[in-house]
């Protein structure tokens, strides 16, 4: 999660407090500490229209410190689609990256990493295959204001493996330390994609973390254009632990 990131800068260490990439949109550019093996799992319920639902149970990132430059990553989601008529429920495309520090924080220089996952098609429920594979990437950066404040953003793109046309992406969001153990997160993102019109929302929750290697979060958002009817709500559990 993006404000928890600011600890480990004040603190300095290398295996301090868990950092997160959920429940915002915002990546975060920290990296897992070498060594460790990490999961962020989440359930996920989304109002798509006035017709169609989605439930993900669960959504899961699975990450592991290669050094402390690089990480490897692996995503997987089952997916519930509800609609009028009837449900359809799978595995959707694996997707397999990494993440990939570019440059540590220094004066007014974010930090900043490097995501990339690829999603293969044939790793996915029969009936929620694509005819190719669908890359994304995003360049995650993070300014930390104060030893509570910080602000962080990312840009980036993605295919859906159904059309050569890319999405673009952007997210905005501010963390706020409350203590030690508790924060929060406002946010405004968006997909662009190439040809189609695009949608922006807006999102904010909270996340608690029992002892360093543990983090709870629940989160919510919406979308801001009002005829819109989307909304969202998630839940999850973060563990790190050595290996």
């Not at 639902?53 to 690089?70: C, E, F, H």
Request: glycine letters at 8%; one cysteine or more; charged letters at 10%.
């Amino acid at each position: 999660m993006l404000c928890l990131g600011l600890t480990t800068k004040v603190y300095g260490q290398l295996s301090g407090p868990i950092q997160t990439d959920r429940p915002d949109q915002t990546e975060s550019p920290y990296l897992v500490p070498p060594g460790h093996l990490q999961f962020e799992m989440g359930c996920n319920y989304a109002h798509e229209s006035h017709s169609t639902a989605s439930l993900q149970m669960p959504t899961s990132l699975w990450k592991y410190g290669i050094n402390d430059r690089v990480e490897c990553r692996a995503i997987a989601e089952i997916n519930a689609l509800i609609g009028t008529s009837g449900s359809q429920t799978g595995l959707l495309p694996m997707q397999l990256g990494f993440k990939a520090t570019l440059w540590n924080a220094k004066a007014w220089l974010p930090e900043a990493a490097f995501i990339a996952h690829v999603a293969l098609p044939q790793w996915a429920s029969r009936d929620l295959t694509s005819p190719f594979i669908a890359p994304n990437f995003r360049f995650t950066f993070q300014h930390v204001i104060s030893q509570r404040l910080s602000i962080g953003y990312n840009l980036g793109a993605q295919w859906d493996g159904e059309s050569p046309e890319p999405t673009c992406i952007y997210t905005l969001a501010t963390g706020y330390a409350i203590s030690q153990k508790w924060s929060c997160y406002a946010e405004i993102y968006g997909f662009v994609p190439q040809y189609t019109g695009s949608t922006h929302r807006a999102d904010g929750g909270v996340a608690f973390q029992p002892s360093p290697h543990r983090q709870f979060d629940l989160s919510g958002g919406m979308a801001l254009i009002p005829t819109l009817p989307f909304y969202f709500f998630s839940l999850g559990y973060s563990h790190r632990f050595a290996l």
